[in-house]
């Protein structure tokens, strides 16, 4: 067929091949992404999964509501996914911090799948593989696995939740039209579930439901009180969550610090960036207008929302306005979000172009442009200094051996001090060792402590217990659960207390703080 054929023939030649074909390919192209980026690694490549681990850990211990890192604090981070990996891994008896690591490649094929039944049930099946594989290629090879909702390797807990984020919009656009009774329980107990995983994601949620009752049906009374029951269920579902935090903390954040950070694709330096990757999804808005009138509303509202984040994000970044310290999330779980949405229409865009205009040509740099972005998600700098560092200095991330020891060896209620790397954004070794083991810290870095706690206080406990003082560490025992024991976690090179070594490592000195060090004639 020459390179003029008509559209006709080249579409009868395409007729030849099904959307799912394109979309195995795509869910194998993860695949072998997830078992080369991941396959080997015994370490995680990002802090937040250290953070993660130390939850599910928790759990495993018994710590059902508690904080696993700050003795006596509720727990701060949704529950969901942390609880199923606990009793899943208790269920098989596999080795947590090995077994989680790798788990995200497997995990995470649920995103594209999920997202290919997303776009199906709102333009068809082309525009459904269109948009996946847009969400997959475009989205690995120019944004790494925590800027974009697309396929990642890494066992991220909000990449977990992307698939239910997919199937509850998809639950949405296809039962809202008709307004029964009987699936407004669902809905509801479905966006309850997402927060339960997740917080932004729930939001969006919430905000797309309201906002696509209204578009659809206007303000109509069956229409508000099928919402108010919606919301009713998908309230009364967060509660678990929600009410110890409320009836603890009245949700006031006393520290601020890990809503405020800032992803570096969000920073000004990466404004430019940031534009561009967001420009062919703008320059598909237009398609809006065509949708069905729930699919559109859906639509609008997410991409509304996570807009309306962003700019309060760098609105506030600029000192513009006021309520910056109110509901404080990081801002980049909105960018994420704004990828699937502007996928998901440029998916559309693609489908229909194709099949007015299904030249060789056309459908020549479609290929192409796939190919380039097959090869670029194996490339990506960020994700691939992640896995190079994880492989090739685990030590960096945390202390195998230490980990191993302390989760045999002592208390789930142990209390340990541990120096903090000179990054805010980081954990370091020792406390990356003592936080995927679920144990307690007297302050963790305060981009990773409790978020309704003033961290503070706890940073000038930890000061002066490794100062090494009478004092300090008699203070360090005595905050310490009686009986579990208080212990120092300290590199080899850091100047060392006049205590009993319990562990020696290639890298750290671990030190059990005994009673005695608050005995008044000890100096």
């Not at 980049?332 to 998901?344: K, T």
Request: hydrophobic fraction near 55%; include cysteine; proline fraction near 8%.
């Amino acid at each position: 067929m020459p390179a003029t054929a008509s559209p006709r023939a080249a579409a009868g030649a395409m007729g030849r091949v099904r959307p799912w074909m394109g979309l195995v390919l795509l869910l194998l192209l993860c695949a072998a992404k997830g078992m080369w980026f991941a396959g080997d690694l015994t370490v995680p490549p990002d802090e937040d999964i250290l953070r993660d681990l130390g939850f599910i850990q928790g759990l495993r211990d018994g710590k059902l509501w508690d904080d696993p890192v700050q003795a006596g604090a509720w727990r701060w981070y949704p529950p969901l996914v942390h609880a199923l990996a606990a009793a899943a891994f208790r269920l098989t008896g596999a080795d947590l911090l090995p077994a989680w690591v790798r788990a995200g490649a497997w995990l995470n094929l649920a995103t594209p799948l999920c997202f290919y039944l997303l776009v199906r049930r709102i333009g068809g099946a082309w525009a459904a593989f269109g948009a996946t594989a847009v969400l997959v290629l475009y989205g690995g090879a120019t944004m790494a696995g925590d800027e974009a909702a697309g396929y990642t390797p890494w066992t991220y807990t909000p990449a977990l939740v992307w698939p239910a984020f997919f199937l509850t919009a998809w639950l949405l656009i296809d039962r809202v039209g008709a307004l029964r009774w009987r699936d407004a329980p669902f809905l509801g107990a479905a966006i309850a579930l997402v927060f339960l995983a997740h917080t932004v994601p729930a939001l969006l949620l919430a905000g797309m439901t309201a906002a696509t009752v209204v578009g659809t049906h206007g303000l109509r009374p069956r229409a508000l009180a099928w919402l108010a029951l919606t919301g009713g269920v998908a309230l009364a579902g967060s509660l678990p969550f929600l009410l110890p935090l409320l009836l603890a903390y009245r949700l006031a954040i006393a520290n601020p610090i890990p809503g405020a950070w800032v992803h570096g694709l969000l920073t000004p330096e990466s404004a430019s960036r940031t534009l561009l990757l967001n420009l062919p999804g703008l320059l598909a808005l237009p398609v809006l207008r065509s949708l069905p009138r729930p699919a559109a509303a859906a639509i609008a509202a997410w991409i509304s929302l996570c807009l309306l984040g962003l700019a309060r994000h760098y609105a506030c970044q600029a000192g513009i306005g006021a309520g910056c310290r109110v509901l404080v999330i990081a801002p980049h779980h909105y960018h994420v979000y704004l990828q699937a949405a502007w996928a998901c229409l440029i998916g559309i865009v693609l489908a229909r172009w194709l099949a007015r205009d299904a030249t060789r040509v056309a459908v020549g740099l479609v290929a192409a442009a796939a190919v380039v972005g097959a090869i670029g998600t194996f490339q990506h700098a960020v994700d691939l200094d992640r896995r190079r560092l994880a492989q090739d200095a685990p030590d960096l991330v945390l202390d195998r051996t230490a980990h191993a020891w302390i989760l045999r060896h002592t208390s789930p209620e142990a209390l340990f001090a541990t120096p903090l790397p000179d990054a805010p954004d980081q954990l370091g070794p020792t406390v990356g060792t003592v936080f995927a083991a679920g144990r307690r810290l007297v302050a963790p870095p305060a981009v990773h402590s409790n978020p309704y706690l003033p961290w503070s206080p706890r940073e000038t406990q930890r000061q002066a217990a490794l100062a090494g003082t009478k004092e300090g560490l008699c203070a360090l025992h005595r905050a310490a659960t009686p009986g579990a024991g208080a212990w120092l976690l300290l590199p080899r090179d850091h100047p060392m207390p006049a205590l009993d070594v319990a562990l020696e490592t290639a890298h750290h000195r671990l030190f059990r703080v005994p009673q005695t060090v608050c005995d008044p004639g000890l100096r």
